[in-house]
């Protein structure tokens, strides 16, 4: 009998236990949870505005974490691990990060491949006889996306009283590229010594073409070796997609053994280092 209540008493401070684990657990992630939705939307709501984009980053959020929930589940069906789905739960967690970094770059390669013949279009202006704000007001209206928005940007802050040399410093601030720095240095050089702005953005236009064929020319060249950084890193992950359907049972060692695991790992890191090596290679800055 006593046997008996001393088994029940250990149930109950067991269960009591297990109760103020799960609270905690869930405290935790729940705090941590609006600790990350915060941080989210909170950089989301910057980085919209930097595409000039006007979206409700809680509504971004939600859809985020959508996408991180459907992948893991997904992953775990797939391969029947509930281990394997924390990986892509997580790495799911950085796909924002990453989207908005290659949509920033093509954003900015976008306006410095529209921006000599912006250059040329103020030049013509300035030989024209307009003055520097007229032509700039010119330009926003022809000049599409996203030139035409950052210059927009520009002539609204020199109208609510910034100088043109505070406002040129925004621009480079919202896109610092190499080609942006030396048309603001040829601008800000030209309204300061006094000469030809016309002559000067010319010159500027033209040496940003240059630049600009070159680059292309790079880009061309080092194509190849791009792609082989691509396949050199799906060629394992399909290799082994094949064999777990010819071989599953072979197979099922890498997916639920600790041995697999870290098979797995030290593919994954190995993986992301020849990436990384070979793209480093053919980064060739101009």
């Avoid at 799911?92 to 976008?110: F, I, M």
């Avoid at 921006?115 to 599409?144: F, I, K, N, Y």
Wanted: net charge positive; charged share 15%.
């Amino acid at each position: 009998m006593k046997a008996a209540n001393m088994l029940v008493v250990v149930m109950v401070f067991a269960a009591v236990a297990a109760a103020m684990l799960a609270w905690f657990i869930i405290d935790m992630g729940m705090t941590a949870m609006a600790r990350y939705r915060a941080e989210f939307t909170e950089r989301t709501h910057f980085q919209a505005r930097e595409f000039f984009l006007f979206i409700d980053p809680a509504k971004l959020f939600i859809l985020h974490v959508a996408m991180m929930m459907l992948g893991a589940i997904t992953a775990v069906l797939i391969t029947g691990n509930v281990l394997a789905g924390l990986p892509v739960f997580f790495g799911l967690a950085l796909l924002p990060r990453l989207l908005y970094a290659w949509l920033r770059q093509r954003r900015q390669r976008k306006f410095e491949e529209q921006l000599p013949d912006a250059l040329m279009m103020l030049a013509g202006a300035l030989r024209a006889g307009l003055s520097l704000g007229t032509a700039l007001a010119q330009l926003v209206v022809e000049a599409p996306a996203p030139l035409g928005q950052e210059f927009t940007l520009l002539l609204r802050e020199q109208r609510l009283g910034l100088t043109l040399e505070q406002s040129l410093n925004g621009l480079v601030r919202r896109v610092p590229t190499q080609t942006t720095i030396l048309t603001v240095s040829a601008m800000r050089i030209a309204s300061e010594t006094g000469g030809g702005l016309a002559e000067m953005l010319e010159r500027t236009a033209n040496t940003v073409r240059s630049r600009l064929q070159i680059e292309g020319k790079i880009r061309a060249l080092t194509s190849q070796g791009k792609l082989q950084a691509w396949v050199v890193g799906l060629l394992p992950l399909t290799l082994m997609a094949v064999l777990n359907q010819m071989q599953p049972e072979a197979m099922s060692v890498m997916w639920h053994t600790r041995m697999g695991w870290g098979a797995l790992a030290v593919i994954a890191c190995m993986e992301s280092l020849g990436i990384y090596v070979i793209r480093r290679i053919v980064a060739i800055d101009v």
